[in-house]
C-alpha cells in the first residue's frame, strides 16, 4: 500500500515490535514447515508420541502439527492460507472442526485464504480479490 495506516489493537503495526506481534498474531501457511526432527521438537507434545517423527510422505500430520502448534500461542488474530487445500475431505472435516472449535471457544479473529465452498460458507464476511484488478470487493452470498 501506498497510503493508510494498520492497526493492530489499536496500535500500528509498523511500530510494534516484532516478538509483540508474533505473540499474538499466528500463520499457518499452505505448506506447513516444522522445526527439528521430531513432533516433540514442534510442540512438546505426549511423552507417548514425542519422539515420533512426522512421516513426510505424510501431509496432513504436518499440517495438523502446524496448527496445533500455532494455536498453542492462544494468538488474537490466526492467519490460515489454503490450510486445507492438499487433504482429503474427512482430514479436511476434522481440521475445520478443530479450526472452527477453537475459533469459538478463544474468540479469536480469523483470516482465512482458501478457495473452498464450504470453508467459504462458515465465514461471517466475505472479502474477493480480483486478479489483476487491484480492488477488493465485499460480499456475503450463497455460492452454488
Not at 512438546?44 to 502439527?65: G, L, V
Amino acid at each position: 500500500p501506498t497510503s493508510g495506516t494498520l492497526l493492530f489493537d489499536g496500535e500500528d503495526v509498523s511500530t510494534l515490535k516484532p516478538e509483540i506481534y508474533r505473540q499474538q498474531v499466528s500463520y499457518c501457511a499452505q505448506t506447513p514447515m516444522l522445526f527439528g526432527d521430531t513432533v516433540y521438537d514442534n510442540l512438546i507434545f505426549p511423552w507417548q508420541i514425542r519422539n515420533q517423527q512426522p512421516d513426510p510422505a505424510i501431509f496432513r500430520e504436518k499440517q495438523r502439527i502446524s496448527l496445533i502448534r500455532n494455536l498453542q500461542f492462544m494468538p488474537k488474530v490466526l492467519l490460515l492460507d489454503e490450510i486445507t487445500s492438499a487433504l482429503d475431505e474427512s482430514n479436511k472435516h476434522n481440521v475445520n472442526e478443530m479450526i472452527h472449535r477453537y475459533v469459538r471457544e478463544q474468540n479469536i479473529a480469523v483470516l482465512w485464504v482458501t478457495h473452498d465452498k464450504d470453508e467459504i460458507n462458515h465465514a461471517d464476511k466475505v472479502i474477493t480479490l480480483q486478479p489483476h484488478a487491484g480492488e477488493m470487493q465485499e460480499a456475503r452470498y450463497e455460492l452454488a
